[in-house]
């Protein structure tokens, strides 16, 4: 294997370059499995696939340079997840779990005004991960089982989303409880190394170096200005005065980063301020930004259009999405600030606004530009297209072949094996349905319904008729590996005293 770049090698030493033989990263990574098996039944987890594919884009490079930077090496890489996901929440909050998932409050991503903002906290929030400053905060829990562990965390993740101090209290009850919250509240120097490891990983990655210090600032004069609980970010990650001026020292040592439209943050900031409170009077609020004539630049004009189209197609007022998504379109596409990506986001939420209307046709066109793209918002509108469409024997074929070669290698993306049970279902192959009927319930962590789904299967194929043998003997083989799963989770669960 070739060496890292000589910069990592003479990178400062790291707290966390020796974690304890206590908790392991295969242990840590079990655990942080279990947390997400929880999280992603949660009504709170978002897979929203166009604000999640922003997200990613953001985060991707950040990975990237970690590596290149020698920040993760060859033993985390191939165990730790490096995936974030998105929260259905209008606090603003990030935080980085055990085995390296990061969640992301979509509040988070509504206050920030550029990607650089976004990446300079995935950044701290990864770095978190991979200097093992969670796996050193609690390994001195070694007599806490792995499912006891996780079940805490929960309580604590579902404590900072709450106002209510019962709540709080409730769930850090107990020595062992609140000794695992005191051990996530990072220390002052887990703090500044992930603040200084992450400003590192940015600007490598190509983001701009003032976006970490802005992000501090916006930080702190928000929550001095309208703190009541909506800024969980800082209970956990305090800034202090010392943090805020070494980010502001930082950017005289770096070189200034190409700038980059901020046209698609827009769009992306815009979606998550209407998903994160999708009630009808906020939602009315947002649809009011059509008729708003105090915007003056490109980037708070569209903003506005965006954020009264998507609340209009979710408060199906056809008439007005369609206003204000000609107004997003001629703001994208006449401005010589706009550029292909930003064009792009608002083609998505045409799309997503015509499928909601029951309108496949004018989704249709809306996607044709970008149909032959392998990205996931693509294919799964592009399979939402077909669905929409009676008597579409051949495109259902089309989708579903595209959502076959997606699950290849996605093969726990519970939406795209949900529209691909769907699809087999339309074309008549209900042993393939239900299959992956099974496989989106096994990525949402149901294990118990999705192998009721596969003796489901089975007692189909010995029904007799017509048999797919092949795929009935992927369903025996899948049920198999299922129960050996939810077997050795029981057995975990009564090591650990029962289900919490």
């Keep these: 294997m070739a060496a890292p770049p000589a910069f990592a090698q003479n990178r400062l030493p790291a707290l966390g370059d020796t974690a304890s033989e206590d908790f392991g990263i ?14 992603r039944r949660d009504p709170d987890y978002s897979d929203d696939a166009i604000l999640l594919e922003y997200l990613q884009g953001v985060f991707v490079p950040l990975v990237g340079a970690a590596r290149q930077r020698g920040e993760i090496g060859p033993d985390l890489d191939q165990r730790f997840a ?47 991960v991979t200097q093992r400053h969670i796996a050193r905060s609690i390994a001195n829990s070694k007599r806490t089982s792995m499912i006891g562990i996780a079940a805490t965390i929960l309580g604590i993740l579902a404590a900072s989303r709450s106002n209510n101090a019962d709540m709080a209290n409730a769930a850090i009850a107990g020595g062992q409880a609140a000794s695992i919250q005191g051990q996530l509240n990072f220390s002052r120097d887990m703090e500044r190394e992930a603040d200084r490891i992450g400003f590192g990983v940015m600007t490598s990655a190509g983001f701009a ?10 930080l702190a004069q928000s929550s001095r200005l309208m703190d009541s609980g909506g800024f969980p970010y800082l209970r956990s990650h305090p800034l202090t005065t010392e943090r805020i001026g070494e980010a502001r020292a930082r950017l005289g040592t770096t070189t200034p980063a190409a700038p980059v439209s901020v046209l698609e943050h827009t769009v992306a900031q815009s979606r998550a301020r209407v998903l994160m409170d999708t009630r009808v009077d906020a939602l009315r609020r947002w649809q009011s930004r059509d008729a708003d004539n105090t915007p003056t630049t490109v980037s708070d004009k569209l903003a506005a259009a965006c954020d009264s189209a998507l609340a209009s197609t979710l408060l199906r007022d056809w008439a007005r999405a ?14 010589p600030r706009s550029d292909a990506r930003a064009e792009r986001a608002v083609a998505l939420l045409a799309t997503q606004s015509m499928l909601d209307r029951g309108d496949p046709a004018r989704a249709e066109a809306a996607l044709k530009p970008y149909a032959t793209e392998p990205s996931r918002p693509v294919v799964l509108l592009g399979a939402r297209i077909a669905l929409a469409r009676s008597s579409n024997e051949d495109g259902w074929k089309r989708a ?65 008729g017509a048999v797919d043998f092949i795929e009935a003997s992927v369903i025996d083989a899948r049920l198999r590996d ?17 289900p919490r």
């Design 26 to 39: 295969g242990q840590e990574r079990k655990i942080g499995d279990q947390i997400m098996r929880e999280i």
């Design 82 to 128: 490096f995936e974030p996901f998105l929260v259905r929440d209008r606090s603003v909050n990030a935080f980085a779990l055990p085995g390296g998932y990061i969640g992301v409050h979509m509040g988070l991503i509504a206050m920030t005004s550029t990607r650089d903002e976004l990446a300079s906290v995935l950044a701290h929030e990864m770095s978190h």
């Design 209 to 218: 170096p003032g976006g970490m210090a802005s992000m501090f600032e916006k």
């Design 322 to 335: 369609d206003a204000s998504l000609q107004k997003a379109q001629t703001l994208v596409q006449g401005s």
């Design 400 to 464: 579903a072949e595209e959502l076959q070669t997606w699950v290849s290698s996605h093969a726990n993306d519970a939406e795209a094996w949900s529209l691909l049970g769907q699809l087999w279902g339309q074309l008549g192959q209900r042993l393939r349905a239900m299959r992956a009927e099974a496989e989106a319930r096994v990525a949402v962590g149901d294990l118990a319904g999705a192998i009721d789904r596969l003796r489901a299967g089975q007692r189909l194929a010995r029904g007799g």
């Design 482 to 498: 299922i129960e050996t799963q939810r077997r050795a989770l029981a057995a975990d669960e009564r090591s650990a005293g029962g």
